[in-house]
């Protein structure tokens, strides 16, 4: 059920908040998934901003979301940085966890890369490896907590929008071609989108790979829908913090300390593959 609707007037009035605190007008956006802030501070001539400044913005309350926008230089490119995002399972309406991504479509975004901690469902995947998101599953938006539900704005996007071709081609072969120059092992596969905040049972974790499922998470689905419903070109990557556990009474245990702990081994692997694909945007521009 809807909580919270926004218009595009108040996407514009975040928008426009940022713009006066940043002479910056990136074109590129990035949302940084639990773990990876740390790419955020390698960001040059940055510019700052706590969400908590930003009219309109949710924020974060999970351990490992910094909960700013980074705003700068990388790799000579302008990029717009979330360092930490608000989910689902936080409380937020669907229309509050995408609204930073209408603020950066009303901003000028014009392409989001979105990255995230991930179980691997995959029996060949283990932790520490990196998936590029080939495609998804939205169960969320599947049983109605969408977030295109309700009235259609058709300045911000079209009523019915096309996802089949949701995660853009050419950033994911010139990914992928940045993996093999890098001897990065990168897999390929879809990401599943659940509520969290609890883990996957046994049971669930088989389900989802029948599905077709490789990597499941509480993020990400709904962004890149709203992304791509704006006109934004998409690119994801999972980074596998945990293997999921597909036995009852296993001895293994999931927790959010290993998830994070996983994410300081995927840091610098991840942050070669964003630096890559910066330095060779023009390729794909």
């Known amino acids: 059920m809807k909580t919270k609707q926004f218009s595009r007037q108040d996407f514009q009035i975040a928008a426009e908040y940022i713009a006066q605190h940043t002479s910056h007008r990136p074109r590129i956006g990035m949302v940084l998934g639990s773990g990876f802030g740390e790419f955020a501070d390698a960001i040059t001539d940055a510019d700052i901003i706590p969400y908590a400044d930003i009219p309109h913005f949710p924020r974060s309350t999970v351990v490992g979301h910094k909960g700013r926008l980074v705003i700068g230089q990388m790799e000579g490119r302008e990029v717009m940085v979330m360092q930490g995002r608000v989910h689902f399972y936080e409380g937020f309406s669907m ?56 009235p259609n704005d058709p300045q911000l996007g079209p009523r019915f929008p096309d996802m089949s071709t ?9 990914a992928l071609d940045i993996a093999r120059k890098h001897n990065i092992t990168l ?14 049972t046994p049971a669930e974790v088989r389900m989802l790979r029948t599905m077709g499922a490789d990597a499941t998470g509480m993020s990400t689905t709904n962004e890149a829908l709203v992304a791509r419903h704006g006109g934004m070109r998409v690119l994801g990557f999972s980074g596998i913090t945990n293997e999921a556990i597909d036995t009852i009474d296993s001895p293994r245990e999931t927790t959010h300390e290993e998830v994070l702990e996983t994410g300081k081994v995927l840091v610098p692997r991840m942050i070669t593959l964003l630096r890559g694909i910066l330095s060779r945007w023009d390729e794909v521009a």
Not at 166 to 174: A, G, P
Not at 188 to 198: D, E, I, T
């Open 95 to 150: 229309e509050e966890v995408t609204f930073p991504v209408r603020v950066m479509q009303a901003f000028g975004i014009e392409a989001l890369i979105l990255t995230n901690a991930a179980g691997g469902l995959n029996p060949n995947y283990r932790a520490g490896d990196i998936m590029l998101i080939e495609d998804q599953i939205n169960l969320l938006g599947l049983v109605g907590n969408n977030p295109l539900m309700g």
């Open 166 to 174: 949701l995660y853009d081609r050419k950033l994911r072969e010139l």
């Open 187 to 200: 897999h390929r596969g879809v990401y599943v989108g659940l509520s969290g905040p609890a883990f996957e």
